[in-house]
């Protein structure tokens, strides 16, 4: 096996060498590739698969192998749509004023002051969104992810895809509806990779520069406590050098500028990890949650995944 995929990544550096930037891999050759690389290879979903299949240039797509290497050479280089900025040196964190008046106004200010944000724009690739937050600007649970995703961006809304379907189950269990709570992000773009496909963690670059927006959405709402999802958003509240892994704070109570936050595994890590004994710590942090709310507990809900 060994050798197969040495064979494979060759032929790869030699595709590279010609110019080619992505390949398509159907999700079936993925996999196999993730098992027999002991889960090196990254395998991303088919939407992003072929969006990404969209990205090349139809010459190439349809090329027969023979033609393959005369069609690239003639291919003209244009010119990258990947944004300009990649998370690094991104300047002063904004600096604004909100408007006096109701949460609404303030709301509506906040976001058109995102949605107008140059560097947010400019790290945004073309043809997908910034994503603010949503929900109830009277809530009192403010549920804080990490940045958005693929779907995300294309939506414009934060958690909307599946991590976002689990987080809504996870809210329906504590007995409350999505339009209930308040629901953002660290960061309001999507961390941009060359390839395209796949996710990364926002940098603390990114975390640093979008933190101000995440502080006045905060603010406004004024919510009685933040649940922070995963270490990403918890690094991005609790500060960068506040814990090394998330077990460290996991479930405990600290605060954002005086708001209380609590922090629990990100969906998309309970979407990874099926394991029982992780669903039933996230909900024991959800139930402190619930308590902290004033939310009604049945003995039902107190028993899920027991
Ligand atoms: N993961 C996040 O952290 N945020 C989203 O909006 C979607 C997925």
Redesign the pocket.
Known sequence: MRSQINSIVDELKRLRKNGLEHIFVSNESLRSLKLATKGIAQVVSEKEAKRAVAAIPERIRSATPEEFDRVLKEEPKVESRAPRNKGQDLGTPPGFQLPKGDKQKRWDALREIVLNCPTCQENVREGYQI?FGVGNLDADIFFC?????A??EEKG?????K??QL?DKMINAMGLAREDVY?G??MNWRPQLPTRVG?RPPTLEEIRFCLPYLKAQVEVVKPKLIVA??A??AKGLLGPSSFRSLGEVKGEWREFEKTPVLATY???YLLRNDSKRDKRSAWEDLLKVMERCGLPISDRQRGYFL
Do not use: K, R
């Open positions: 994503v992810g990490e940045a958005p995703g779907d995300e809304e934060p958690f909307v895809g991590a976002g987080l629901i992000n660290i996710n999802l995963g990403t958003a990100h969906p998309s």
